[in-house]
């Protein structure tokens, strides 16, 4: 079964500063897709930014980037610039193909950011 | 409508009553998902639908929890007999199709079971 580890129950950063969120995965499939997802305090889970495992180059969105390590099994979140619209928690998410061809999300048990002014 | 709209949005019950929560999907999505949001944890997963068929139901946790879906658009989760360890926000999550990637999330019906 697939499992995703968040190790990092809680974090914080100032405003403008960078933050690096960890995530690390473990599966024996060799073409995935892993997800960092955001939830404000709204609930409304927003996704934030997708890299599929066969595809060697990071993916960016504007201020989110990931560092997608396959061998490893690691896909950490890096926000630069952060703002306070960041504040939110951070969960990591891996889809594969599961029971029915679900492809259901497996998700982290998620990280708390707080960024301070 | 837009996106994916859930009711109720809250709901407190007794213990031992039966609750329906609802789901409506963003229109054209054919693949459904539930999932379990307790209280300051990730999410857990509870059962996928393709079009009205559910191939995946393996986390339901246990015969209490059952859902339908109708006319490949809305469905509804279905707990009976509810418990304290139930209480819980619901979310549901819609996408277009397998190797889409992405789910959208509408914003949970939070359950409380006194």
């Known amino acids: 079964a697939q499992t995703v580890t968040q190790s990092q129950p809680e974090m914080s950063v100032q405003e403008a500063e960078t933050v690096t969120l960890s995530c690390t995965y473990d599966?024996?499939?060799?073409?995935?897709?892993l997800f960092w997802y955001k939830q404000p305090p709204s609930r409304q889970m927003i996704l934030v930014i997708r890299?599929?495992?066969?595809?060697?180059q990071n993916a960016t969105e504007n201020r989110f980037s990931v560092n997608f390590q396959k061998a490893a099994k690691s896909f950490s979140l890096k926000i630069s610039d952060s703002q306070l619209g960041d504040t939110a928690m951070y969960f990591c998410?891996?889809?594969?193909?599961?029971?029915?061809?679900?492809?259901?999300?497996?998700f982290g048990k998620g990280t708390k950011l707080t960024v301070n002014p | 409508g837009a996106g994916v709209s859930q009711s109720p949005s809250n709901k407190v019950t007794e213990k031992g009553k039966d609750v329906e929560l609802r789901c409506d999907p963003i229109?054209?999505?054919?693949?459904l998902y539930w999932y379990r949001q307790r209280l300051g944890q990730g999410l857990e997963f509870l059962i996928y639908?393709?079009?009205?068929?559910?191939?995946?139901k393996s986390g339901l946790p246990s015969d209490r929890f059952s859902a339908e879906r109708t006319g490949g658009s809305v469905s509804t989760l279905t707990i009976q007999r509810t418990q304290q360890e139930d209480s819980a926000v619901y979310l549901c999550?819609?996408?277009?199709?397998?190797?889409?990637?992405?789910?959208?999330f509408g914003e949970g019906s939070r359950l409380t079971v006194l």
């Open positions: 639908f393709q079009g009205n068929s559910a191939p995946d």
């Open positions: 599966t024996s499939e060799s073409n995935y897709y």
């Open positions: 999550a819609s996408t277009a199709g397998p190797n889409t990637g992405e789910l959208f």
């Open positions: 890299q599929e495992a066969y595809k060697q």
């Open positions: 998410a891996f889809s594969g193909r599961t029971q029915g061809g679900s492809e259901k999300l497996v």
């Open positions: 229109s054209g999505h054919t693949a």
